[in-house]
């Protein structure tokens, strides 16, 4: 190599680093707001994986007297989609019912949108054993078991669309520049294969789920576990597009059932709960056209609540006269009904649920 063109590559190169300099410090001027890894006071990086445990407490818990019912899950629990989740979703729809003149009861939800199953079990777990809770409900939904890559901010964990790998995660917790088009990639492309679940983490969640059956049991506290699908679901036995989420969805439903029965704790089955009827529900905001639709509308937590209800009475932990209310309606034409930030202020996670 003459030196010459030596001179030329040590050129090219220097250029190359200046220009990339040049522009991660425009894109921390011009986005100083970004979600980069490094870049969120008070953000800590933490993967997915119950080994270290995750319990968090949800802002805005009402302690206010009377009979505690604690909804545990992701974003469907927390009532992502809905206008007025604090009225419609369906843990509001059960405490309504449960309540009597002479024993109202509240419902104290520490949903978790974007987390996976570990943090629903490991709060409902926590909250049975210090008794904070007289009835505990548990949502799971059909990609609980898939890793994610998450941020926890204050208790609250947000998810980004895909999964850092082991030589990204550097790369995107220290430059906004490379953050920027991580998020850009994963998000026009999708975030890559989540379906092997190892069986480590398999065996984890059936003995967390265990855990929780016994420390109910041992409080004397009602447990009911659900299993949910994406209200659109039905949708994947009528077609099936490459690339959509129906090439796995049915797969991770029968592998989540498949590990609550091996847990041998009762759970309730609600995989197909919605039914043909509910295929015409809006596409959710910010999902491409044609996109499996996730969240349930108001009827599709009715259904729900009325679901749980039902096995809440055959354990003698409702009365028989309980009936769940009509859920309050999304006012017509309103973006709620399809993706709105609840009345938490928690925003739909990007990415699944």
């Not at 003459?2 to 220009?19: C, D, E, P």
């Not at 445990?53 to 899950?73: K, N, S, T």
């Not at 926890?152 to 947000?158: H, P, S, T, W, Y």
């Not at 704790?265 to 043909?276: E, S, T």
């Amino acid at each position: 190599m003459t030196r010459r063109r030596a001179f030329r590559l040590l050129s090219v190169a220097l250029g190359a680093g200046l220009a990339l300099l040049l522009m991660e410090a425009g894109v921390r001027l011009l986005y100083p707001t970004l979600p980069s890894l490094a870049g969120l006071d008070g953000w800590t990086w933490r993967p997915t994986g119950c080994r270290e445990g995750a319990v968090m407490v949800a802002p805005g818990i009402d302690e206010a007297p009377g009979a505690r019912l604690g909804i545990f899950g992701d974003s469907i629990a927390a009532g992502v989609r809905l206008q007025k989740p604090s009225a419609q979703r369906f843990g509001a729809l059960l405490a309504a019912a449960l309540s009597t003149p002479d024993r109202p009861w509240r419902e104290r939800n520490e949903a978790h949108p974007g987390s996976g199953w570990c943090p629903g079990v490991t709060t409902a777990a926590a909250r049975v054993q210090e008794r904070r809770v007289d009835i505990a409900v548990l949502e799971l939904f059909a990609d609980d078991l898939s890793v994610h890559a998450q941020l926890d901010n204050g208790g609250r964990l947000i998810r980004f669309p895909a999964q850092a790998s082991a030589w990204t995660r550097p790369l995107v917790e220290t430059s906004w520049l490379l953050n920027l088009l991580w998020l850009g990639w994963s998000g026009r492309y999708g975030s890559p294969d989540h379906r092997y679940i190892h069986p480590e983490d398999q065996a984890l969640f059936v003995r967390s789920v265990q855990d929780l059956s016994r420390a109910a049991a041992d409080a004397q506290i009602p447990l009911v576990i659900l299993l949910l699908p994406p209200i659109g679901t039905e949708r994947c036995l009528l077609d099936t597009p490459p690339g959509s989420a129906c090439e796995w969805m049915l797969e991770d439903l029968a592998m989540l059932a498949g590990l609550l029965d091996a847990s041998r704790v009762p759970w309730l089955d609600l995989r197909w709960i919605y039914g043909l009827d509910r295929l015409q529900v809006p596409e959710e905001d910010g999902q491409p056209p044609g996109a499996l639709a996730v969240h349930p509308d108001p009827e599709g937590h009715r259904r729900i609540a009325a679901r749980v209800l039902d096995r809440l009475k055959e354990t003698g932990a409702a009365p028989e006269g309980a009936a769940i209310p009509e859920a309050p309606p999304d006012t017509p034409g309103s973006p709620g009904a399809a993706g709105a930030a609840d009345d938490q202020g928690s925003p739909p996670p990007p990415g699944r649920p």
